[in-house]
């Protein structure tokens, strides 16, 4: 096994690597005073059946101290090493971790190097480590909102908070978006801090990120936000519920959950009328009917458009958060039959609904086409974001 670690000295420091070569008759290294510190790593890899015998090491340069053994244990147990990232610590026999000297100097050290230094010292064990480092998926919190909020409101793995602060070197308050009132170009400015912070945290994570989503804006907002997370990858979004002052989870485990065609419209109604070149497509599932003034907007504004009316006769502004996800998936599917029929120039999308769904709904839609999403401001509409800018986000 290959592995390399920073080594620092009053002289310097530079990254050492080293192979290892496993079940050898006897421990070895290149570096005789090496030896007694391969004995505790080779008990351990025994005890988890990943040894039978020795370990011979061989290191292309001297240094001094134990520093190594984390990162060579650790080369043997976890599938995929995050590739910007240095490993330093020591390790007993019974796998209990040990923090090591200098550690500022082998994080600047790391840094020169392009990657950071993470120092998983919080943890107690090697299995706490590689249990974080193995997982299929890993669920972090992100919350987008206009009002002050605490992570601790709607998500409880405090343990993930500490291993991303203390081995990826990303702090908690990064994972708040605060966005105030929006307006003008700060529609775009959140839609690109929000897609640069999952992309940061997916790349960071290896591909394994499960998002934790708390929106707390306009529902335009989290339209564009579902499109931007992309149908990739897994989530959680939160609904709060007023009456319990608690948060609902609507989890997303495969996106497949929203985006198949559907047989049978059992949660909506849909209606399709006026004639045009462009398809106005509205979710109505609020209190406030905007159908009226959405007709008077596109007639307005000289838009000829077919409107889709997504709806429903009863539940409307009071819907069980565990509906969602079925509406979510018939007003996609709803969608994709009408675009299937006739080509539309251009898509607009207005919204009456709770954020969950469309959010949910963005995810289910996805990138692809020319759109324009508009958002209710005061008593008009006005266009805020275009599925060219999210899909330019998405492929940056």
Same mark, same amino acid.
């Given at each position: 096994?290959?592995?390399?670690? %920073?080594?620092?000295?009053?002289?310097?420091?530079?990254?050492?690597?080293?192979?290892?070569?496993?079940?050898?008759? +006897?421990?070895?290294?290149?570096?005789?005073?090496? !030896?007694?510190?391969?004995? %505790?790593?080779?008990?351990?890899?025994?005890?988890?059946?990943?040894?039978?015998?020795?370990?011979?090491?061989?290191?292309?340069?001297?240094?001094? $101290?134990?520093?190594?053994?984390?990162?060579?244990?650790?080369?043997?147990?976890? !599938?995929? /090493?995050?590739?910007?990232?240095?490993?330093?610590?020591?390790?007993?026999?019974? $796998?209990?971790?040990?923090?090591?000297?200098? #550690?500022?100097?082998?994080?600047?050290?790391?840094?020169?190097? @392009?990657?950071?230094?993470?120092? =998983?010292?919080?943890?107690?064990?090697?299995?706490? &480590?590689?249990?974080? &480092?193995?997982?299929?998926?890993?669920?972090?919190? /992100?919350?987008?909102?206009?009002? =002050?909020? !605490?992570?601790?409101?709607?998500?409880?793995?405090?343990?993930?908070?500490?291993?991303?602060?203390?081995?990826?070197?990303?702090?908690?308050?990064?994972?708040?978006?605060?966005?105030?009132?929006?307006?003008?170009? #700060?529609?775009?400015?959140?839609?690109?801090?929000?897609?640069?912070?999952?992309?940061?945290?997916?790349?960071? /994570?290896?591909?394994?990120?499960?998002?934790?989503?708390?929106?707390?804006?306009?529902?335009? &907002?989290?339209?564009? &936000?579902?499109?931007?997370?992309?149908?990739?990858?897994?989530?959680?979004?939160?609904?709060?519920?007023? $009456?319990?002052?608690?948060?609902?989870?609507?989890?997303?485990?495969?996106?497949?959950?929203? !985006? +198949?065609?559907?047989?049978?419209?059992?949660?909506?109604?849909?209606?399709?009328? @006026?004639?045009?070149?462009?398809?106005?497509?509205?979710?109505?599932? $609020?209190?406030?009917? =905007?159908?009226?003034?959405?007709?008077?907007? #596109?007639?307005?504004?000289?838009?000829?458009? +077919?409107?889709?009316? #997504?709806?429903?006769?009863?539940?409307?502004?009071?819907?069980?958060?565990?509906?969602?996800?079925?509406?979510?998936?018939?007003?996609?599917?709803?969608?994709?039959?009408?675009?299937?029929?006739?080509?539309?120039?251009? /898509?607009?999308?207005?919204?009456?609904?709770?954020?969950?769904?469309?959010?949910?709904?963005?995810?289910?839609?996805?990138?692809?086409?020319? @759109?324009?999403?508009?958002?209710?401001? @005061?008593?008009?509409? +006005? %266009?805020?974001?275009?599925?060219?800018?999210?899909?330019?986000?998405?492929?940056?």
């Amino acid at each position: 096994m290959e592995f390399e670690f %920073p080594a620092v000295s009053d002289g310097g420091g530079r990254i050492v690597k080293a192979l290892a070569v496993p079940n050898t008759s +006897e421990n070895y290294s290149n570096i005789r005073e090496q !030896k007694r510190h391969i004995k %505790p790593v080779t008990d351990y890899l025994r005890s988890r059946g990943v040894l039978s015998e020795g370990l011979s090491v061989f290191f292309d340069s001297g240094f001094v $101290g134990n520093s190594f053994q984390l990162a060579m244990v650790l080369s043997f147990l976890v !599938k995929k /090493l995050p590739s910007d990232l240095c490993w330093t610590g020591g390790v007993r026999k019974d $796998g209990r971790l040990a923090k090591v000297d200098s #550690l500022e100097k082998k994080a600047q050290l790391c840094q020169m190097e @392009g990657k950071r230094l993470a120092m =998983p010292f919080h943890l107690r064990s090697v299995d706490e &480590l590689t249990d974080w &480092l193995n997982a299929e998926l890993v669920d972090i919190p /992100l919350a987008v909102s206009k009002d =002050p909020i !605490k992570l601790e409101e709607f998500f409880e793995k405090r343990e993930n908070l500490l291993n991303l602060w203390h081995i990826h070197r990303i702090d908690p308050s990064e994972l708040i978006l605060h966005t105030g009132r929006l307006e003008g170009e #700060l529609w775009k400015e959140t839609a690109r801090r929000f897609s640069q912070l999952v992309k940061r945290l997916d790349y960071t /994570l290896e591909r394994r990120l499960r998002a934790h989503l708390v929106i707390n804006g306009p529902v335009s &907002l989290a339209f564009a &936000l579902g499109v931007l997370y992309g149908h990739t990858r897994p989530s959680a979004v939160y609904h709060y519920l007023r $009456g319990d002052k608690r948060y609902y989870a609507v989890e997303l485990f495969n996106t497949r959950e929203v !985006k +198949e065609a559907v047989g049978e419209y059992r949660h909506i109604r849909q209606d399709l009328e @006026g004639d045009g070149e462009e398809l106005a497509v509205v979710l109505y599932f $609020g209190h406030h009917n =905007p159908v009226a003034d959405i007709k008077a907007f #596109l007639a307005d504004r000289g838009i000829g458009a +077919e409107v889709l009316l #997504l709806w429903m006769e009863e539940g409307r502004g009071n819907i069980d958060p565990a509906d969602f996800k079925p509406i979510a998936k018939e007003c996609a599917s709803a969608v994709q039959e009408v675009k299937g029929k006739k080509h539309h120039r251009r /898509l607009h999308f207005f919204f009456s609904c709770p954020v969950v769904i469309a959010y949910l709904f963005g995810v289910a839609f996805g990138h692809f086409g020319s @759109g324009v999403i508009y958002n209710f401001e @005061g008593n008009t509409y +006005e %266009p805020v974001l275009e599925l060219e800018f999210l899909r330019g986000l998405i492929e940056d």
